[in-house]
């Protein structure tokens, strides 16, 4: 660790010996250069700025209301192209209480990009959110509900609290210029090596995951073909399947899957709450279930001759 600081500060000493041939020999290139570098440098010290918050639930291990406020941050990278990941910063889950109830806040942050590309297409919006919320399960271990809405404030908390949990440490970057002046550059270069060499967290989502990622979250780069098929809801039937007794022992449901001819191209998700099938970028349904269903006595039968799927439930 010393060795590799003592390397980057003689990187350091080398850049500036050349700002000093620089300032004797052209001052005016001089002066346009710094300009530039302290307002790209302000830029990107510029904390996150909430764009929108989204509510779900934690279903395990314990079940709580979930707000993920999703964020845009300069500092993270945009996409280098549209096959490559989408580069984003996850902060810590952190638990709140109140008269209504206790619940989680839980911050990421994209390039503002990547969220701007979002607002202006419902099908990249939507891919995007499912797959923050996969990669929230990955990471922290949770099994969260299909079922989100889009709440009607940007941010829950204080915008303060998520800078902090997001960037890891307070900070005020108000009078930039004269923090970050010539006389004390090094020092803080020197201090920031030295005590602070992971300031800034960043995950790369993909779905490929080594055994030695274990822990971090993965999530792809959204290409305009993957998000633009247009896809329909098929026709159903749910049903509660009660005793003599009119208690009600499972749930039943019959999806209509025409020009499908393979349980392969269905993909399909049940948690205690709710219900999501794909197929083959033909079909998509969601359901909320009417009750709390178990997820490992679920099963599943194609009718291949009719192209119907039966989904059968038991309540938990």
């Not at 923050?132 to 809405?149: D, G, N, P």
């Not at 440490?169 to 004390?184: A, C, L, Q, R, V």
């Not at 392969?264 to 709390?292: A, F, G």
Request: with cysteine; hydrophobic share 35%; net charge negative.
């Amino acid at each position: 660790m010393r060795a590799s600081s003592e390397g980057l500060l003689t990187q350091i000493s080398q850049f500036w010996n050349m700002l000093d041939d620089l300032a004797e020999n052209d001052p005016e290139r001089y002066k346009n250069f710094i300009e530039q570098e302290l307002k790209d440098g302000k830029q990107f010290c510029v904390g996150p700025e909430p764009q929108l918050c989204l509510q779900t639930k934690i279903l395990k291990p314990k079940e709580k209301i979930l707000f993920i406020n999703l964020c845009q941050w300069k500092r993270i990278t945009a996409p280098q192209s549209a096959t490559h990941p989408v580069p984003l910063s996850v902060g810590r889950p952190e638990d709140f209480s109140e008269a209504s109830g206790s619940y989680t806040v839980i911050d990421v942050a994209y390039n503002p990009g990547v969220l701007q590309a979002a607002e202006k297409d419902q099908g990249i919006k939507d891919q995007l959110i499912k797959m923050t919320m996969h990669c929230i399960e990955e990471r922290f271990q949770l099994t969260l509900a299909h079922s989100y809405h889009v709440t009607g404030f940007k941010i829950k908390g204080s915008i303060g609290r998520m800078r902090e949990n997001l960037m890891g440490t307070k900070t005020d970057f108000t009078g930039f210029k004269e923090t970050m002046g010539t006389e004390n550059i090094l020092e803080n270069i020197r201090s920031s090596t030295e005590s602070e060499p992971n300031r800034l967290p960043q995950v790369l989502l993909t779905k490929k995951q080594t055994s030695s990622d274990k822990g971090r979250c993965l999530i792809e780069e959204i290409s305009s073909s993957e998000i633009q098929v247009e896809v329909k809801k098929p026709a159903y039937e749910l049903k509660v399947v009660k005793d003599q007794n009119e208690k009600p022992l499972k749930i039943e449901v019959k999806i209509e899957l025409p020009g499908i001819n393979s349980v392969s191209l269905c993909e399909l998700s049940v948690s205690e709450v709710d219900l999501l099938i794909e197929v083959s970028e033909k079909y998509r349904l969601y359901l909320n279930l009417p009750e709390s269903v178990n997820t490992e006595m679920t099963t599943a039968k194609f009718v291949k001759n009719k192209s119907v799927l039966f989904i059968t439930m038991p309540l938990a």
